[in-house]
């Protein structure tokens, strides 16, 4: 049965495959030398509409970790959402490549940094006994689903420069964020200010791989050695990025993110009509996030569904993917109704 676990559940979709399988063909130089890299490079150039410098790495605590390094020196910090995943999902890789930039957290309504937020925290101390403050990092979709519209984002990176800091953005969904938005990926990225965003590849439907994407390349410099010394400058790099290829020419990667997205709507329209669930926040993006009396999460588990509980203290959190059916949300939703009944 499908599950809605993760997005990352999900398999490799058809247009990442042909591509990966097309660079199978023959011999070609390897860490990132050859056409296919320069190739996708290329085409994110164009679809960020600006001459941006694009490293792939395996995955994304590599990609956020490596990116908020090049950002920070080792006693400056990080400011995040309280519920980020480079706070609760990484196991301290940030601190760890960044040889101890400390994460400061901040609280935000629906997994969202505001300005607010963020100036307290910028605010709180100046003295050289305090982390100085260099990056914002935003989530975009955020870890609860929800995303942050253009004008949200420049608000927060227009404070965030203005105070000397850097704006990164965590883009495991980015793909999911712009089709729910409906803008261009650089009206949500550099055109708001956001210095460096990590593209997230493997929830589209990779196989495997993350884009890290420099809108500033002044502050890319020395990333490829960084890249390197983490072990994430991968020999056949052609392998990583020609998947690529396949999602961004064509389309595939919005259309496949607008499915995810659609099927996040299928599945809170369900749970609206059942009794005792209730949802915990916006559904925006790809993820659904609702409240379920215990009898029925013992329910759904004693008849094979999976879901995390951590995220949203006690909520069940169901992700939807690009291959998610319409037959199993709807498979989904009878359990639920007549557990709930
Ligand atoms: C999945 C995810 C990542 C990347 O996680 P990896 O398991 O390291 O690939 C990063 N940020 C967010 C918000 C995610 O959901």
């Known amino acids: 049965m499908q599950q809605f676990a ?23 130089p390897g860490y990132g030398e050859d056409e296919w890299t320069r190739r996708v490079s290329d085409r994110l150039r164009e679809l960020f509409e600006t001459d941006c410098d694009v490293y792939f790495v395996f995955n ?11 950002l920070c020196q080792s006693y ?12 609760t999902d ?9 040889n101890g930039s400390k994460l400061l957290t901040a609280r935000g309504e629906g997994g969202k940094l505001t300005p607010e937020a963020v100036r307290e925290v910028i605010s709180r101390r100046s003295d050289i006994h305090f982390p100085r403050p260099r990056v914002v990092t935003l989530t975009q979709a955020t870890e609860v689903g929800t995303v942050y519209r253009p004008a949200e984002v420049a608000a ?4 965030a420069h203005a105070h000397g800091l850097r704006v990164h953005m965590d883009g495991a969904r980015f793909c999911n964020a712009v089709a729910a938005l409906g803008v261009a990926p650089a009206d949500i990225t550099w055109r708001a200010g956001v210095d460096v965003l990590c593209f997230g590849g493997t929830k589209m ?23 390197k010394q983490a072990g994430q400058l991968a020999s056949k790099m052609r392998f990583l990025s020609a998947p690529w290829l396949g999602m961004l020419e064509g389309g595939a990667w919005l259309r496949h993110a607008a499915h995810a997205n659609a099927m996040a709507q299928r599945l809170a329209a369900g749970l609206a ?55 199993s949300v709807d498979a989904l939703l009878a359990d639920l109704r007549e557990l709930s009944s």
């Open 6 to 28: 993760s997005d990352n559940c999900a398999g490799i979709c058809p247009e990442a495959l042909q591509a990966l399988l097309a660079a199978e063909a023959g011999d070609a």
């Open 60 to 70: 994304g605590t590599a990609a956020n970790s490596l990116a908020l390094a090049a």
């Open 76 to 87: 400056h910090s990080v400011i995040c959402h309280e519920l980020a995943h480079v706070e």
């Open 90 to 98: 990484e196991c301290g890789g940030p601190e760890f490549f960044s």
């Open 156 to 159: 927060v990176a227009e404070l």
């Open 205 to 227: 439907g990779l196989p495997v791989g993350e884009a890290v994407v420099f809108f500033d390349r002044r502050l890319s410099e020395d990333f490829a050695w960084r890249c």
């Open 273 to 327: 009509g059942i009794p005792g669930a209730r949802l915990l926040f916006p559904v925006e993006a790809n993820g659904v996030f609702v409240a379920l009396p215990d009898s029925v999460q013992q329910g759904l588990r004693a008849r094979g569904w999976r879901f995390y509980t951590f995220i949203a203290a006690g909520g069940a959190r169901l992700m939807c993917a690009w291959d998610t059916h319409p037959e």
